[in-house]
């Protein structure tokens, strides 16, 4: 939006207070959320800054209007804002995908006999949560660990039972502690739930230590059976703290997060610590953000965060954040507690920031090739729709011809399995039957050597074959495939439009840029082509060799020595004579005559 009237009268009416600015199209649609400590300030450099980055600029010139909403405090803008983000989901800003897919575990505090269970909603009734985990399979693992350990009830039944109530399957078989029928009393669970908790938290110590001196107490009593069942908890908790294979040197609270960008997507890791065992990773990734640099990923990632989690007193980052003293005052009045942001300052911080660093490649090549697996399909689907197969074309082979000036032809073939190359499959042609650069006439020539192979040794035909070229070289193709099946579909790709021939004489397909169908033919062709010219480039480069050291009136088995001990004939040729003299099975005369030739 250029600044003009409407501009004008936009930002004098925009106050000098904190709050949340919603710009809107002409349409009335938000586009855009942010938070400002001067909405005036904030708003106006949108419009009189001449050095925007292309987001921005393209932010600009479809805002029509902008709306406010004054707080009291920044911190309040901060929460407005992402609150307000998260509700309207503005298109410029970045946001986190798939928010509502994250399971969490939840201890049910409100009621009278808690219970630790897997969910994917929030209330606000009392209940505590931890997590997201992004890997719900873990949670539930983790409930079904805790439930174990600390036996507590997983029934929703009604407590205490009627007098003529049974307790459930999971008392019988010894997985709950049965409070249901007064074997321990309510203030004894709510001990198990606490400890539950501080297990979640990642208080192994604490929790240990608390479950000896009730096992203490119980021993005391001559309750023996239940100081024995306090006994093997802690074991098992124990095994779990050593089989921690990440650890801080000193048990400290603190979260470690990561970022990085690819392509539009800006993936997040964070290493949760707590008493200086890691308790697991959380990964989040964020839409629209091709333009956005890490800090405000970052910043547009904790105040949504730690609205739910478990909030530390240090969260180690490396990039520096415009906002942090903003966002330590909001984790720090939200946890009760004094919250840093800090970058590594030790090598223990570095070298955990490293491993996070590389979780963050890792995701992303994982998430590249689910992409580009999804891509493969639908290009593999499309191209039995718009070409009418009966089926995708899972197995492919491309033809290409490269030669020199009509000297040195040679042809390529290679295949592709499901869409990726099966090098397995590769092979090579030297030319027989033309001498001069008739590439129709090549073509016709390895589709028949081709096909012949495949009939002979009773091999299966590709579903699709692919052709370097244009109209001719389909029709000889098409005409060397006739003499021996009528069950193969054969098509051309021309390189100048990328154009699709399927039929000669027909009008070529022509699919959009973004077609992953013409992804596919052309990532064919260009192996076809790279391998086809790297095997030009060898037989030429040997003819050459062979052509020099001819010259020089040596036989062929010193020529072999002498190619497989120096590899090309420069190296020859920069030998010294000591050198030369010194090849096994090269006479003084002949590594004299070679000297001379050259030097």
Known sequence: MPESDPVNNILARLPDEPGVYIMKDETGAIVYIGKAASLKKRVSSYFRNKELDVKTRVLVNVVKDVEYIVTDSEIEALILESSLIKKH???FNIQKKDDKRYPYIAVTLEEEYPRVIFTRKIKSNGTRYFGP??????????????????????CTRDLPLKPNERPCMNFQINRCSGVCTGIINRAEYLDRVDNAVKFLEGGIEPVIK???????????????????????MIFDIQKISESQKVLLPVGKDQDYIGVSKYGNEGIIILFEFRSGVLLGRKISVFDNAEYADAGEIISSFIPGYYESADIPQKIIIE????????LQKFLTDRSKQKVTILTPETADDRGIMGLVKKNIDLIAAERHAQRQ????????????????????????????????????AVASMVTFKDGYPDKSGYRRYKIRGYDSADDPGMIHEVVSRRIQHLLNEDLDLPDLLIIDGGTTQLA????????????????????????????AGQEPLRLPESSPG??????????AHRFAITFHRKLRDKKTTSSLLDRISIGARS??????????????REASLEELQNVKGIGAKTSEKIYKYFH
Request: with cysteine.
């Open 476 to 503: 000889r193709a098409l005409e060397a495939a006739r003499n021996f099946t009528s069950d193969l579909r054969i098509i051309s790709i021309a390189k100048r439009y990328e154009e699709i021939y399927y039929d």
């Open 518 to 527: 013409l992804h596919i033919i052309q990532n064919i062709r260009d192996e």
């Open 133 to 154: 985990y992004t890997d719900a399979k873990a949670a539930r693992n983790t409930v079904s660990l805790i439930n174990s350990i600390f036996k507590l009830r997983i």
């Open 210 to 232: 608390n479950l000896q001196e009730i096992m203490k107490r119980y021993a005391g009593g001559l309750r023996y059976e239940r100081a024995t069942e306090i006994r093997d």
């Open 89 to 91: 989901k503005p298109k």
């Open 559 to 572: 020529k072999s020595i002498l190619l497989n001990h120096f590899k090309s004939i420069d190296k020859i």
């Open 319 to 326: 990039e520096r954040l415009p906002d942090r003293i903003l």
């Open 373 to 408: 697996n999804r891509d493969t399909l639908l290009g593999l689907e499309e191209l039995q729709r718009v070409l009418g197969l009966e089926s995708i074309p899972r197995a492919m082979e491309c033809f290409d011809i490269s030669n020199l000036q009509g000297t040195d």
